[in-house]
């Protein structure tokens, strides 16, 4: 239960003959019988009566219409107070409801406690349901998760830190004569880079979490017929999609979830980009740069034998530059002379990881990641997956993950740059203030159900005050 009454003027402002207040909570049948000194109210029944001031004066006259909890637009117990459309008399009438225990409602708590209640329909809800679901699932998911966690304590521990930085720095803006000299002695420099740091690494783990949580998504990109379906079956130990020799035939994006040392990736095997005059195929290739928008890695899978070919080239030209690529030469039991061969000799293996070596020097002098496999015979498969976890950002050797959300990670981002900009201007208190206030109040979204509220107080704030 919602242990706050709440009250506002439920009409438009201005001149009108009636104006209308409404008062939701626990308490609003007492605040209709001390405002009006009557003993009873029926649900749904509009009842005239005077409306008293705390010292017993008219202040107006109306009708009272209460509505008994849970049959009322907010589900709570609600009274509607219809007096005359004053803003005068509306404001004393408001100052009224205060006196006897309410406070202002703020912009669309009224529905947001209908939807908490569960009262407003799918129609009245439909623009705002998607945006609330997703967001009330992933708070509920990290209020168990994360607030009795090592996230939440880690973010406190950061916040702890803000709240002391602002308390001085605030106090210190009431003494502009000594404000520099102060900061300095209070080695507020410090104090911030201490936090950069601290915050990083923060957003480190975070990024780990979130990728925990929601796996990365790996895009496949290559053409056609190197191999790339052969490559997706291989790392997700099963047939999922369909593989010919005849090329083009991966027409559209299949999606699959593979585990990389238990961290989920969705590996999106992409229509064989190449030039082409099929229609459907052109479709196919427009969804793969569709899908590489959201990628956190692209596998440029090439033919050994051919190596990069100009085509590849041209194709990698529009691909976003800041998602890391990493190039697979498939079919490398080709390249030595086939499968059975390597099985059985020893030193081909070994030749192969020297030309490898040569290889490698090459592709790091131009600052490349090349990796050779065999999809087919499962051969480089291992170094794969592990290049693939090195490049997506995860460090098999930090103990210290926590299950995190997107929301997190993206208040965090935001956290560090305003840390950041209070860093950078750390002598200029007005800005280092600011910074401050807006790191601490994108930090404080994360924390526990208070963040819930606060988000569906974004989302309902868009509506207006009343409502
Ligand atoms: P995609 O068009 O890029 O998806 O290529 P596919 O996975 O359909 O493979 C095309 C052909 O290459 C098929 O006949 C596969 O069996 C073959 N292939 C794929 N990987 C290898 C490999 O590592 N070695 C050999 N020898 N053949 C392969």
Known sequence: ????????????????????????????????????????????????????????????????????????????????????????????????????????ATPGEFSQRAYLNGKIDLIQAESIIDLIHAESEATAKSAIKSLKGRFSEQIEQINQQLINLRMFVEATLDFPDEDIEFIANAKIHDKLNALVTEINQLLANTKQGVLLNNGADIVIIGRPNVGKSSLLNTLANEDIAI???????????????????????????????????????????????????????????????????????????????????????????????????????????????????????????VNQIHVYISAKSKIGIDQLRSKILSLVGFDNNNHDIFVARTRHLNAIELAVEHIQGAFNNWDNLEVLAEELRYAHNKLSEITGEFSSDDLLGEIFSKFCIGK
Do not use: W
Not at 7 to 32: D, M
Not at 292 to 309: E, Y
């Open 1 to 104: 239960m919602n242990l706050d009454n709440i009250s506002a003027i439920a009409t438009a402002p201005g001149y009108s003959g009636v104006g209308i207040i409404r008062v939701s909570g626990h308490a609003a049948l007492k605040i209709a019988l001390a405002l009006t000194k009557k003993n009873v109210f029926i649900h749904k029944l509009a009842t005239y009566c005077d409306f008293y001031s705390n010292d017993g004066e008219i202040l107006d006259s109306g009708l009272i219409i209460y509505f008994k909890a849970p049959h009322s637009f907010t589900g709570e117990e609600v009274i509607e107070i219809h007096g005359h459309g004053s803003p005068v008399v509306l404001q004393m009438l408001i100052k009224r409801t205060l006196e006897l225990g309410c406070r202002l």
């Open 243 to 365: 593989v010919t020799d005849i090329a083009g035939t991966t027409r559209d994006i299949i999606k699959e979830k593979i585990i990389i040392n238990g961290i989920a990736f969705n590996v999106i095997d992409t229509a064989g980009i190449r030039i082409t005059t099929d229609i459907v195929e052109q479709l196919g290739i427009k969804r793969t740069f569709t899908a590489l928008k959201n990628a956190a890695l692209c596998l440029v899978l090439v033919d050994a034998n051919t190596g990069v070919t100009a085509e590849d080239e041209s194709i990698l030209q529009q691909i976003p530059q800041n998602i890391p690529r990493l190039f697979v030469h498939n079919k490398i039991d080709l390249l030595i002379g086939g499968y059975d061969q390597l099985q059985k000799l020893d030193f081909v293996k070994e030749t192969f990881i020297q030309t490898y070596e040569v290889n490698a020097k090459i592709h790091r002098a």
